[in-house]
């Protein structure tokens, strides 16, 4: 089990939506979701199509700063977000990894699941949640506009991509004192 002295990686649920700590159990059901869309992963830091996927599922479940989910609507695996290198110290995390399977893109389910980590990481103290996006994905971008985070800028270069693209990275956020105005 994963240190989490903020105890982040708890299940989550608001009616049919659940989110529940990624485990081995959920391999084959994310494959076959990740599988639905191949072109998506050419703007994504790292790959979960076919060819990578079980690379990256193991590298995801053993790395020590991801704390990942699994999205279930009802009884659909719906897609996985993660907390990424939450700081107790600075009582900050990043929440990215998201991936939600086409069918489930563009409606309510994205804002939900953002939500819900939201109101759970400021419970457990958090001051600061991130949002980290390339710089290419427009589609994502506007879906962190739509769940109320700020923009706060772009780091040239920020990373390097599975496919060694030298990444920009759109930096977002939602900080404590925005809870009013999100209603969390």
């Known amino acids: 089990m994963k240190p989490d002295p903020l105890g982040l990686l708890a299940p989550l649920s608001e009616g049919d939506l659940r989110l529940v700590p990624l485990?081995?159990?959920h391999r084959d059901d994310l494959r076959a979701a990740c599988a639905e869309d191949p072109e998506i992963w050419s703007i994504y830091a790292v790959s979960y199509a076919p060819e990578q996927f079980d690379v990256s599922f193991d590298a995801l479940l053993s790395n020590p700063a991801r704390m990942p989910f699994a999205i279930?609507?009802?009884?659909?695996?719906?897609?996985m977000t993660a907390w990424i290198d939450p700081d107790p110290k600075r009582l900050s995390a990043e929440?990215?990894?998201t991936y939600l399977?086409?069918?489930?893109?563009?409606?309510?389910?994205?804002?939900?699941?953002k939500r819900l980590?939201?109101?759970?990481?400021?419970?457990c103290g958090l001051k600061r949640i991130q949002?980290?996006?390339?710089?290419?994905?427009?589609?994502?971008?506007?879906?962190?506009?739509k769940v109320g985070?700020?923009?706060?800028?772009?780091?040239?270069?920020?990373?390097?991509?599975?496919?060694?693209?030298?990444?920009?990275?759109?930096i977002f956020s939602v900080v404590e004192r925005d809870r009013e105005r999100l209603g969390l």
Do not use: K
Request: with cysteine; glycine share 14%.
């Open 95 to 97: 929440i990215g990894n």
């Open 131 to 145: 949002l980290t996006v390339d710089a290419r994905n427009a589609r994502s971008q506007a879906a962190c506009r």
């Open 149 to 170: 985070a700020t923009f706060e800028g772009v780091l040239r270069n920020h990373m390097i991509t599975w496919t060694g693209f030298e990444r920009d990275s759109a």
């Open 117 to 123: 980590l939201f109101g759970h990481g400021f419970a």
């Open 72 to 79: 279930f609507v009802g009884e659909t695996l719906a897609g």
């Open 101 to 113: 399977r086409p069918i489930f893109r563009g409606g309510v389910i994205n804002g939900r699941q």
């Open 23 to 25: 485990a081995e159990v």
